[in-house]
T-cell receptor, first 110, second 111 residues
Framework: DTAVSQTPKYLVTQMGNDKSIKCEQN?????MYWYKQDSKKFLKIMFS???????INETVPNRFSPKSPDKAHLNLHINSLELGDSAVYFC?????????FGSGTRLTVV | QQQVKQSPQSLIVQKGGISIINCAYE??????FPWYQQFPGKGPALLIA?????SEKKEGRFTISFNKSAKQFSLHIMDSQPGDSATYFC??????????FGAGTTVTVRA
């Protein structure tokens, strides 16, 4: 029973398209995140939601818009995709015991 | 600006050897220091974590050493095994849970 699941696992799309990545956690955590991992494996936070409210919004282009319909779900919508958006995107949730990450979505923009 | 600096970028160790990864931080407000292990195609998984009120924590073959005055912490992998080959990330956060990650260390254990 997957704790943090995100779909799709792979996403290949053309420049200029709009795409969404979905994330769900069944851990009962209040806080969820989106992280971006670049080609050098560096992990950088993008957004954080606590119980459906946005609490962290790092310097991310406006083309990225997170949405949290409830505290178990945090989706990421990306408009007008660019080549530089190619990366692995990780969803995570956290409690005082630490983070649990999903297995990632590899986004390739061609 | 990277808040947690990690070294080395990569290391190779023989089976049975000791792997040591070092991290340094600047923000004295950080109060939680976890290490994550990531295998190819997978998300990072929590390996071990420490808070600044202790100087060392051991779980099996993995030990964190923490030096509050120097603002440094390190991961020691004892008796390294081929299955330990992975990328290791140190991280730090304040009570807001926002994790700042180091750049990662790729560990290769040769049989």
């Amino acid at each position: 029973d997957t704790a943090v699941s995100q779909t799709p696992k792979y996403l290949v799309t053309q420049m200029g398209n709009d795409k969404s990545i979905k994330c769900e956690q069944n851990l009962g955590h209040d806080t969820m995140y989106w992280y971006k991992q670049d080609s050098k494996k560096f992990l950088k936070i993008m957004f954080s939601y606590n119980n459906k409210e946005l609490i962290i919004n790092e310097t991310v282009p406006n083309r990225f818009s997170p949405k949290s319909p409830d505290k178990a779900h945090l989706n990421l919508h990306i408009n007008s995709l660019e080549l530089g958006d190619s990366a692995v995107y990780f969803c995570a949730s956290s409690s005082s015991r630490g983070y649990t990450f999903g297995s990632g979505t590899r986004l390739t923009v061609v | 600006q990277q808040q947690v600096k990690q070294s080395p970028q990569s290391l190779i160790v023989q089976k049975g050897g000791i792997s040591i990864i070092n991290c340094a931080y600047e923000n004295t407000a950080f109060d939680y220091f976890p290490w994550y292990q990531q295998f190819p195609g997978k998300g990072p998984a929590l390996l071990i974590a420490i808070r600044p009120d202790v100087s060392e924590k051991k779980e099996g073959r993995f030990t964190i050493s923490f030096n509050k005055s120097a603002k440094q912490f390190s991961l020691h992998i004892m008796d390294s095994q081929p299955g330990d080959s992975a990328t290791y990330f140190c991280a730090a956060s304040k009570s807001d849970y926002k994790l700042s990650f180091g750049a990662g260390t790729t560990v290769t254990v040769r049989a």
